[in-house]
C-alpha cells in the first residue's frame, strides 16, 4: 500500500505535525481542509470558522513559530472513508494570503467503526 505523505486510521487519533515554511503568529487566520473525492470531509481552524467543522484541535507550537499541530478525534476519523485523502493549508497573515499544495496521504480502515468510549 503507497501510504503518500500521511497515514492514520479511521477511529483513530492522530496528531499530525505540519512544518511551514514561514513562521505563523498567533493571530493568523489558518485553515486545514481534509477532503475526499474532491469535496471537504472535516475543517479545523485557528482564528477562523472552520466547515464541516472539526471535533479535534489546531495549535500553533509555541516552541516552533513554523509547526503547527493537527490533533483530529475519532469523530474526525471516522467521518473519512478508507482510501485517499487531501489535506490542504491556507493561512491569511498580516503579509497577504497563500494556499498551499495539498498532501496526499491515506486513511487505513478499521475494524470496529464506533467512537470507543
Do not use: C, H
Not at 500500500?1 to 515554511?21: H, I, K
Not at 505563523?24 to 481552524?45: F, H, I, K, M, N
Not at 479535534?56 to 509547526?67: H, K, M, T
Amino acid at each position: 500500500m503507497d501510504e503518500g505523505e500521511f497515514l492514520f486510521f479511521r477511529g483513530s487519533t492522530p496528531t499530525l505535525e505540519l512544518v511551514l515554511p514561514l513562521a505563523v503568529a498567533p493571530s493568523d487566520v489558518v485553515y486545514v481542509t481534509l477532503a475526499q473525492g474532491g469535496r471537504p470531509v472535516v475543517e479545523y481552524a485557528m482564528n477562523g470558522s472552520p466547515w464541516p467543522i472539526g471535533t479535534g484541535q489546531l495549535i500553533r507550537d509555541e516552541a516552533e513559530e513554523n509547526l503547527l499541530l493537527l490533533t483530529m478525534s475519532q469523530a474526525d476519523t471516522l467521518a473519512l472513508a478508507a482510501g485517499d485523502v487531501e489535506l490542504q493549508l491556507r493561512i491569511k497573515n498580516s503579509v497577504g494570503a497563500d494556499t498551499f499544495r495539498p498532501l496526499t496521504g491515506r486513511v487505513g480502515p478499521a475494524r470496529k467503526e464506533d467512537v470507543i468510549q
